[in-house]
């Protein structure tokens, strides 16, 4: 079955960096593609970034743009976040997530694109 599997969260001070990681399992990860979503209490599910299964395309939610950058390595079944220049906004539970479908041309950017989400990793940003 699709298991996916984040790490790399943590507490960090606003301005700090974080690397995301996602092993993914039970699928062709090769023919997917693949994205990050973050959700706090009390709030719904916000689409973070996405990206085509050739990583050839990638899209960001304007709260994130020019701060983090997604990226995957199809060899590892991998996914990845780097975040940059974290805010206390950026607070959250990330997870990845799958596309319903397989060679989607754009990257997916909403949450209804996606079937299957990790348990997700905590962010925390603040001093």
């Known amino acids: 079955q699709v298991q996916l599997v984040e790490s790399g969260g943590g507490l960090v001070q606003p301005g700090g960096s974080l690397r995301l990681s996602c092993a993914a399992s039970?699928?062709?990860?090769?023919?997917?593609?693949m994205g990050w979503v973050r959700q706090v209490p009390g709030k719904g599910l916000e689409w973070v970034s996405g990206?085509?299964?050739?990583?050839?395309?990638?899209a960001y939610a304007d709260s994130v743009k020019g701060r983090f950058t997604i990226s995957r390595d199809n060899a590892k079944n991998s996914l990845y976040l780097q975040m940059n220049n974290l805010k206390p906004e950026d607070t959250a539970l990330y997870s990845c997530?799958?596309?319903?479908?397989?060679?989607?041309?754009?990257?997916?950017?909403?949450?209804?694109?996606?079937?299957?989400w990790g348990q997700g990793t905590q962010v925390t940003v603040s001093s």
């Open positions: 997530a799958k596309d319903i479908l397989q060679f989607r041309r754009v990257a997916p950017n909403l949450p209804i694109y996606y079937n299957y």
């Open positions: 039970g699928f062709t990860f090769s023919s997917y593609a």
């Open positions: 990206i085509t299964s050739d990583g050839a395309n990638t």
